[in-house]
Nanobody, 127 residues
Framework: QVQLVESGGGLVQPGGSLRLSCAAS????????IGWFRQAPGKEREGVSC??????????DYVDSVKGRFTVSRDNAKNTVYLQMNSLKPEDTAAYYC?????WGTGGAQAGPEVFWGQGTQVTVSS
């Protein structure tokens, strides 16, 4: 069964850190592009990052609002991708989703035609 499961969300104070996990089952993440997306209530979905497949160059692009604060990494043995989020701001509050099949478009990551989504995890940045 193909599945993406996010975890690691929660409540954190401004300036704090969280690490989100995206664990895959039923397929090998290395061979797919992986995107992180977020959506806040009343706002459009925003593409936070898109990481190329390992079979390509494995590089990651980030939307300007998170550059220098968020970092994507992979653990091949665990078939898991992580989103390390540092220096969190209230405006980072959103439901975060990982997804396969992304590409970099105008303004950020975009979901590709064969995208597969996880169920999401909530991140709340508040004092």
């Amino acid at each position: 069964q193909v599945q993406l499961v996010e975890s690691g969300g929660g409540l954190v104070q401004p300036g704090g850190s969280l690490r989100l996990s995206c664990a895959a089952s039923g397929f090998t993440l290395d061979y797919y592009s992986i995107g992180w997306f977020r959506q806040a209530p009343g706002k459009e979905r925003e593409g936070v990052s898109c990481t190329d497949p390992i079979t390509s160059n494995g590089s990651t692009d980030y939307v300007d609002s998170v550059k220098g604060r968020f970092t994507v990494s992979r653990d091949n043995a665990k078939n898991t991708v992580y989103l390390q989020m540092n220096s969190l701001k209230p405006e980072d509050t959103a439901a975060y989703y990982c997804a396969t099949d992304c590409f970099w478009g105008t303004g950020g990551a975009q979901a590709g035609p064969e995208v597969f989504w996880g169920q999401g995890t909530q991140v709340t940045v508040s004092s």
